[in-house]
């Protein structure tokens, strides 16, 4: 579903309950909860809304100034905030920049793959493959 489509189902949902109940008035605990759970849901979509509309926009003004090179401003944004965790995982909280415990949880064993979906084939696909990488 889309995002505004999702906006409009809350909205109709909490117009809806409220509605039923008079305005507020009747809200059991239940009612409350689900009241609370759908505005905050709300919040999220429209802040996503709202930030995919201002992405367009400074796209835009980032397109007139930098033609096609305005894509470099988010990749550096973006390049920037990963180096900054980085440094911040290292430095900070002292953890290796490459851990071998996170690769092992990464990598998953082929018979491991073939044993979830056999027909697949995986490991005779990649036992194939080093055999023509070891020719």
């Not at 909490?14 to 909860?33: E, N, P, Q, T, Y």
């Not at 305005?70 to 390049?79: M, Y």
Request: with cysteine; aromatic share 8%; proline share 2%.
């Amino acid at each position: 579903t889309g995002l505004f489509t999702d906006v409009g189902l809350l909205i109709g949902r909490v117009l809806s309950m409220l509605a039923r109940k008079r305005c507020g008035r009747l809200l059991d605990a239940i009612d409350h909860v689900e009241l609370a759970d759908d505005l905050s849901k709300l919040s999220v979509l429209l802040t996503i809304g709202v930030s995919f509309f201002l992405g367009v926009y400074f796209g835009a003004l980032l397109h007139r100034a930098f033609a096609q090179y305005a894509f470099l401003v988010p990749a550096g944004i973006t390049g920037s905030i990963g180096v900054a965790y980085s440094v911040y995982r290292v430095l900070v909280l002292g953890q290796r920049l490459f851990s071998t415990e996170e690769m092992e949880v990464v990598d998953v064993p082929m018979q491991a793959l073939d044993a979830i979906l056999p027909a697949s084939g995986a490991a005779a696909a990649w036992e194939n493959a080093a055999e023509v990488d070891s020719l």
